[in-house]
């Protein structure tokens, strides 16, 4: 049932890519304040589903609405509008090379606010804080950070429009476990401390478990099932199962058990 509380709204979603459909008639809800992970095997439609969120891809039919908005049919300006509200974190960070950890930060504030440079600087100066980052980083290249310094600094950019809604795409790939288990606990923070709604694709089981109040699993073109991971992790059809009990699966489940 859908309501006022539902950010998100996807309904009767098809996506045909090559020879076949991705996604058939796929329904998923966001709700306000929530972390909601999308999860499922390879060519579940996980990206091809959050690019149609984020306006990078179209939809063959169906509806996408977000802060009540029908993205299948706004205009322009409606969609600026809207994106304006989001921020995102791309897997793999998105950072211009060639600009420093501030100048990456204060990007969206120069396209999208009259702001002056030096309150441009200092909300940057704030969020790259947030995040966790030392105010050093600040003067670096992403190329002169770890891997876990550019996620922060990638999420620092982007939350600093101040955004009610945030898309991670694969926020912990290629970090060590404590680097993580780190970000994790950071994501949990600000999600607190801001009130955001965090919609979150994943293949990284601990965070599924640590970070997570639902989880949608993808497959077959649909939503297979969305609960919380305790009670998706017991749902019967095989290619739950296959997910949540395999090796990898089962290990990391007993921790949470």
Not at 59 to 64: H, L, M, R
Not at 70 to 81: M, V, W
Not at 109 to 120: A, K, V
Not at 221 to 239: E, F, I
Request: proline fraction near 4%.
């Amino acid at each position: 049932m859908k309501t006022n509380d539902d950010i998100i709204q996807v309904a009767d979603v098809s996506t045909y890519l090559g020879e076949s459909w991705i996604n058939k008639n796929l329904d998923l809800t966001v709700r306000r304040g929530e972390i909601l992970a999308i999860v499922g095997g390879s060519g579940s439609g996980k990206t091809t589903l959050l690019r149609e969120m984020l306006l990078l891809q179209k939809v063959n039919s169906g509806s996408i609405k977000v802060f009540g908005i029908e993205l299948t049919k706004a205009t322009p300006g409606e969609l600026l509008a809207v994106q304006k509200r989001w921020g995102v974190l791309f897997q793999q960070d998105a950072l211009f090379s060639s600009l420093t950890v501030l100048e990456n930060t204060a990007f969206p504030l120069h396209e999208h606010t009259t702001l002056d440079s030096d309150t441009i600087n200092q909300l940057a100066l704030l969020k790259i804080l947030l995040v966790g980052l030392p105010v050093d980083a600040a003067n670096k290249y992403p190329s002169e950070l770890s891997g876990g310094m550019q996620k922060r600094a990638g999420l620092a950019r982007a939350l600093v429009l101040d955004p009610e809604l945030v898309f991670l795409d694969e926020p912990t790939s290629g970090l060590d476990p404590d680097s993580a288990a780190a970000f994790d606990e950071l994501v949990l923070d600000l999600q607190a401390t801001m009130g955001l709604t965090i919609v979150m694709v994943t293949h990284d089981l601990d965070s599924l478990w640590h970070v997570a109040n639902r989880v949608a699993i993808l497959g077959e073109g649909r939503v297979l099932c969305v609960d919380t991971v305790a009670k998706v992790a017991k749902n019967s059809h095989p290619l739950v199962q296959a997910y949540f009990n395999g090796p990898r699966g089962r290990i990391v489940k007993r921790m949470y058990d």
